[in-house]
């Protein structure tokens, strides 16, 4: 049977599919790692992402869509309505720019803060497979709801963000489950974890300032919960940001309640 999605979510899965198509053709340019800005977030804007944002106010305009537009590039643009795009226009950009297949555009529409976000699409911009959610309606991957996975002790597996800025206990994680991926790509990760493809994404810088921002997870946040998982910040407390890209914070995402009860006891976050 067909899904009809309301036609909030019919917009943004259109407008990634956009965005997917301009990538595509950005990456085969003769420039696309070229850093040709620094974003309102403070990180580096190559060549691709300057694209793919384009290509979403160039949606907004033609469609008439007066959604203000809140992402990692440009940062807050007002366009006079009373609804927030929150984009991050390639998630896992490193990836996408070394022909890596771990690469997504994250959009969720909300007003105020992640509480309040109710439409989201996460697109695999390599496979061209979207997740969507809608809120109380359901997770779905290419029109298939999902669902988180029951947890198995000694068959589990984490996402877990890896790098040189990783906590003490981001690191421990690794030997804590039978198995672990570090795919860079955090919108891609928690959406795996949505589908039941895993069991747990974790996040934790030592320094606040490269924790992750609204952009990263607010689409993967709500498909995740529609599936039946939910997140927190690691120190325990709602996981609930503005939309905005002042604040960042820690992820610990999981599917199964379990999983989340069982590591609370043994003190792995």
Same mark, same amino acid.
Request: a negative charge.
């Given at each position: 049977? $067909? ?5 909030? *979510?019919?917009? #943004? ?37 300057? !694209?793919?944002?384009?290509?979403? *106010? ?50 969720? &529409? ?8 109710? !439409? ?34 000694? $068959?589990?597996?984490?996402? *877990? ?11 421990? *994680?690794?030997?804590? $489950?039978?198995?672990?991926?570090? &795919? ?8 795996? !974890? ?5 069991? #747990? ?20 946040? #709500? ?47």
């Amino acid at each position: 049977m $067909a899904i009809t999605r309301p036609k909030e *979510l019919d917009l #943004l899965v259109r407008m990634a599919h956009m965005v997917e198509r301009g990538t595509v053709q950005e990456r085969m340019s003769p420039h696309p790692h070229r850093v040709v800005s620094i974003g309102a977030s403070g990180s580096p804007t190559e060549e691709v992402d300057r !694209v793919a944002e384009a290509q979403v *106010l160039s949606f907004l305009e033609q469609e008439k869509l007066d959604w203000n537009l809140l992402s990692e590039e440009l940062g807050y643009v007002e366009r006079g309505g009373d609804r927030v795009l929150a984009l991050d226009p390639i998630d896992g950009s490193y990836n996408v720019l070394c022909g890596l297949p771990l690469g997504t555009v994250s959009l969720a &529409l909300g007003t105020k803060s992640l509480a309040d976000v109710n !439409v989201a699409v996460v697109h695999d911009i390599m496979s061209g497979k979207t997740y969507w959610a809608s809120k109380g309606d359901g997770a779905y991957y290419e029109g298939r709801k999902i669902t988180t996975r029951s947890w198995r002790r000694g $068959a589990d597996l984490f996402f *877990l963000n890896l790098n040189h800025n990783s906590s003490d206990k981001a690191r421990a *994680l690794t030997s804590r $489950a039978r198995r672990t991926r570090s &795919l860079g790509c955090a919108s891609l990760e928690m959406s795996l !974890v949505a589908r039941g493809s895993g069991d #747990l994404y974790f996040s934790e810088s030592r320094m606040q300032q490269a924790n992750l921002r609204v952009t990263d997870i607010a689409a993967a946040l #709500l498909i995740l919960r529609e599936a039946g998982g939910d997140a927190l910040s690691t120190d325990g407390s709602p996981l609930d940001l503005p939309l905005s890209l002042k604040e960042r914070t820690s992820v610990l995402a999981w599917g199964s309640r379990e999983l989340y009860e069982e590591g609370k006891r043994e003190g792995n976050w």
